[in-house]
């Protein structure tokens, strides 16, 4: 199978970017791991800031894809640069791809919050991550018909944190924590709701404005301090250990759930294709661009572009954006190299 353009990645960056790239009458390849488009918004309920359903975004995505060549439930298995400004890229289906440009649209993963064994993910049924709170939402059960008496949120669970080695800051779970604490507390009127957090980081348009809602016409509370245990009591509600940083006070609070706000980290099930190509990746394991202000998009290798999260944490707004200069930059470079 020959194409202009082949894009790894079935999520928001690697849609939105074969879509544009397509509208320039390129011949498009996205390859997608699972058997369904979308990524992690497949899995989410409903966005941030304003609560726009994700199934709605995904639908308006995959709808815009235009002419574009989608192969579900495959993957690369090996690539290689070719002397002729060609790549040649196996798929685990056996299927050969020749190209003139490579897209990682890789995205990121979740921190696996088990890793944290302190807080007890995997080992007590009432402590959840952000991810399996929106599975929740999506299917309509919230934390059940009872309501709880009380939640605790617990930021930073895999980020800014040295231990695990992951010193970043993951942009996106601060905003992620406050919608999903007006979700429940929506659900839960009379429900006592806590965020336990290091920094509160709201870096968008109107997220201020929702933390300042959060608080004023949820009551929903934050804490400043780091959990640093979560153990279960023979009841099976769950006790938390913290330290409240602004009045250096220890802290113990028994909960009906706690939500561990999980943090992004880079995808390294890709790292033996980012190594056949001699892409360079940071020590986070999220691939470098080739010039971080004015060529976000472009890779130290010619022909080879990245988008989205592969770089680092974004939210979906900045990765649509980023995947329509990324549609250019490959427009760019393939008339460059077409033309001689
Ligand atoms: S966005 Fe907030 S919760 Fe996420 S890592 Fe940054 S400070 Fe922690």
Redesign the pocket.
Same mark, same amino acid.
């Not at 970043?168 to 924590?177: D, G, N, P």
């Not at 957090?197 to 980081?201: I, S």
């Given at each position: 199978m020959e194409g202009d353009v082949l894009v790894i990645g079935g999520g928001p960056a690697g849609m939105e970017t074969a879509s544009r790239i397509s509208d320039f009458n390129r011949n498009v390849i996205l390859i997608e791991k699972e058997r369904e488009l979308g990524g992690h918004i497949l899995k989410w309920d409903r966005l941030f800031p304003d609560g726009v359903p994700a199934s709605d975004v995904n639908n308006n995505l995959k709808e815009s894809l235009g002419t574009t060549k989608v192969l579900l439930g495959n993957y690369l298995i090996s690539i290689e640069k070719r002397e002729d400004y060609h790549f040649i890229a196996q798929l685990n289906s056996g299927e050969i791809i020749k190209c003139s440009t490579v897209v990682f649209a890789t995205g990121f993963k979740l921190f696996p919050a088990q890793k944290k064994q302190e807080y007890g993910y995997g080992l007590y049924e009432r402590v959840i991550t952000n991810a399996d709170l929106e599975t929740r939402f999506k299917k309509g059960d919230g934390l059940g018909k009872e309501s709880p008496k009380r939640i605790g949120f617990v930021? =930073?669970?895999g $980020?800014?944190d040295e231990k695990i080695c992951n010193k970043?800051? $993951?942009? *996106?779970? =601060?905003?992620?924590?406050i919608k999903q604490a007006i979700e429940l507390k929506q659900l839960y009127p009379d429900t006592e709701i806590y965020c336990f957090?290091?920094? *509160?980081?709201m870096?968008g348009r109107g997220y201020e404005d929702l933390y300042l809602e959060a608080q004023l016409k949820y009551g929903i509370r934050f804490i400043r301090g780091r959990v640093s245990e979560i153990s279960q009591d023979q009841s099976g509600l769950v006790i938390v250990k913290a330290e409240d940083t602004l009045s250096s006070r220890p802290l113990k609070i028994t909960l009906d759930w706690v939500i561990l706000?999980a943090?992004?980290i880079s995808e390294r099930e890709n790292d033996f294709l980012t190594q056949q190509l001699s892409l360079q990746l940071g020590e986070d394991g999220f691939i470098n661009s080739v010039d971080p202000i004015q060529k976000t998009n472009q890779t130290n290798i010619s022909g080879v572009f990245v988008t989205g999260s592969a770089t680092g944490p974004k939210t979906l707004p900045e990765v649509i954006n980023e995947a329509r200069s990324t549609a250019l930059s490959v427009n760019e470079y393939l008339n460059r190299v077409k033309n001689g």
């Open positions: 930021h =930073c669970v $980020s800014r970043q800051c $993951s942009k *996106l779970c =601060c905003i992620t924590a957090y290091m920094d *509160l980081r870096y706000m943090g992004i």
